[in-house]
């Protein structure tokens, strides 16, 4: 058992095995104990359904074993970390996307399939759902950046600019989701005037916390759980991303500053987001780990 004194690492690791998936612990032993990639696409293959889609809460605050755009834009980060973003399965995938799609060619935030299966209250299911910036972005831009091309795209990413380049006001998970577009999609001119208004946006409409110290002092965006903030990390998880350039050294030291203080003493970090089963919370407090080292370890920080 890692004890107080060990690395943050080390207590990270004692949590995972403690308490993560497979999937989960697959994943944190590529990422920092030079595990093999092939362990996770096998870890990941029993969350892929016969549509081509994923489902059994791959994400786990999307309940039910139907295929949902959520639980594939997750799928798709996973791949993507490991470089397998390619092949038969990201076919198979795309081929998924293109019979959920809504009549704008994007995909809704929740596919009807959902009816029945247990849903939270803030995720409302509706037999012809309209498309979402907040499940297109993160897929159009991940297959972008690993240069899928499919006929589905062009539809998606029309779609994904048109909604970006309209927003006047926006929440956190949405501006994370345009974010995720931006930083992969083609256009780089483009994509870099759009982030820059959209930086300006998010400091305007206090959707980001620049002082951790005084984060009680600003309230949450409206429908988040209380205490459910944001700050620059949660934006820009890698300094190559277009968001880093939202704010100074000072700020996004601060939230890193801020990041590693929040490992808690079984060596994981917490959930901040709303979740509605406690299984959920345990299933997410493995991945929410292994996303503040990588974080952490991306700006150079020292985690092991």
């Known amino acids: 058992m890692a004890g107080s004194g060990a690395s943050p690492l080390a207590r990270a690791e004692h949590f995972v095995w403690l308490t993560a998936r497979v999937l989960e612990q697959r994943r944190f032993a590529h990422h920092f104990l030079d595990g093999g990639a092939d362990a996770v696409e096998t870890a990941l293959a029993?969350?892929?359904?016969?549509?081509?889609?994923?489902?059994?809460?791959?994400?786990?605050?999307?309940?039910?074993?139907?295929?949902?755009?959520?639980?594939?834009?997750?799928?798709?980060?996973?791949?993507?970390?490991?470089?397998?973003?390619?092949?038969?399965?990201?076919?198979?995938?795309?081929?998924?996307?293109?019979?959920?799609?809504?009549?704008?060619?994007?995909?809704?935030?929740?596919?009807?399939?959902?009816?029945?299966?247990?849903?939270?209250?803030?995720?409302?299911?509706?037999?012809?759902?309209?498309?979402?910036?907040?499940?297109?972005?993160?897929?159009?831009?991940?297959?972008?950046?690993?240069?899928?091309?499919?006929?589905?795209?062009?539809?998606?990413?029309?779609?994904?600019?048109?909604?970006?380049?309209?927003?006047?006001?926006?929440?956190?998970?949405?501006?994370?989701?345009?974010?995720?577009?931006?930083?992969?999609?083609?256009?780089?001119?483009?994509a870099g005037a759009a982030a820059d208004r959209l930086g300006r946006l998010v400091r305007d409409q206090r959707l980001v916390v620049l002082d951790p110290a005084r984060a009680g002092e600003q309230p949450v965006a409206a429908g988040y759980a209380p205490g459910e903030h944001h700050f620059p990390y949660d934006y820009a998880r890698t300094p190559g991303s277009l968001a880093r350039g939202w704010f100074t050294d000072e700020e996004m030291s601060r939230s890193l500053d801020f990041l590693a203080a929040e490992q808690r003493e079984d060596g994981g970090?917490?959930?901040?987001?709303?979740?509605?089963?406690?299984?959920?919370?345990?299933?997410?407090?493995?991945?929410?780990?292994?996303?503040?080292?990588?974080?952490l370890r991306a700006y150079g920080r020292a985690v092991g």
């Open 46 to 190: 029993p969350y892929q359904g016969e549509d081509g889609g994923y489902g059994h809460a791959l994400e786990p605050g999307l309940r039910g074993p139907v295929s949902q755009p959520s639980h594939t834009a997750h799928a798709l980060r996973v791949l993507d970390s490991i470089g397998r973003c390619e092949g038969p399965r990201v076919e198979r995938l795309c081929r998924y996307l293109s019979g959920v799609s809504t009549k704008e060619g994007a995909l809704p935030a929740a596919h009807p399939s959902l009816h029945g299966c247990p849903a939270a209250p803030f995720v409302p299911v509706v037999d012809d759902p309209p498309g979402d910036l907040l499940a297109t972005g993160p897929v159009v831009g991940l297959l972008h950046r690993n240069e899928v091309w499919h006929a589905w795209l062009f539809r998606a990413t029309d779609f994904c600019w048109a909604a970006i380049e309209a927003l006047e006001e926006s929440h956190p998970c949405e501006v994370q989701a345009a974010v995720a577009f931006l930083d992969g999609v083609p256009d780089r001119t483009r």
């Open 269 to 295: 970090w917490p959930v901040r987001r709303r979740e509605r089963a406690p299984g959920a919370v345990l299933e997410s407090r493995p991945i929410v780990t292994i996303d503040a080292l990588l974080t």
